[in-house]
């Protein structure tokens, strides 16, 4: 993998944000993967609204957003919000990649990618409509809000200008491909509990590290009054799938990386 973003293949651009665009969907196409399968992907015809690469062997759909600069910060600028809230409630949203680089020297720093089944309507903000004076007066955008995201979600290909292995990027992608079978209220609670784990800063936690979360659960799901019973239902089907281990008498272990 090749982290130098290739300035010669925008030339003949003159908009900055046109150029940004051309030069990371030609790196993304040169040395990225599909993280389900390991298979090469492929450009999808322009203009199409949200996904920009597929995958032929898996049929799994990307859509990349790229921003300079090292960090990725807490939310990535994306389009319109009817369409983004129409694609990712359709039967094949797209997968997102996030990809950040240099503005000096055009060098990569990080390539991420978040499954579709993490993305809900709980984590697209939306924008306020542009004024009058705009050229698209009233148009609706949005953004997308990566801290609702839990960190199991974000898999990294090049973290931090170092390129993370594919098997150990494959690994961790299937590690949660359960979430695709959920739905609705039952996701939005697993999804709710693992980002609780993300705010544990301990490797070993309890359930009275969890029961803390109580109150921020209620608040998002007011209509539940057994919110002791729903963590630790949440829990065993993260044991189960293998994000957690149990260790006995309330006890628990984050295992979702181990061995990755």
Sequence with gaps: MDLQLDINIANQYKSKSQMSRVMTEDWVMNNAYCPNCGNDLTNFENNRPVADFFCSKCNEEFELKSKKGINIGKKIVAGAYSTMI???????????????????NLKIINFLIIPNYYFVEDIIEKRNPLSVNACRVGWVGCNIVLSKIPNSGRIFLVKSANIISKKTVIKQWNKTTFLKNKRGKSKGWILDVMKCLDNVSKNEFTLKDIYQFENTLKARHPNNKFIKDKIRQQLQILRDKGIIKFLGRGKYKKIIYDKL
């Design 86 to 104: 129409d694609r990712i409630s359709s039967e094949n949203n797209p997968n997102f990649f996030f990809l950040t680089y240099r503005k000096d």
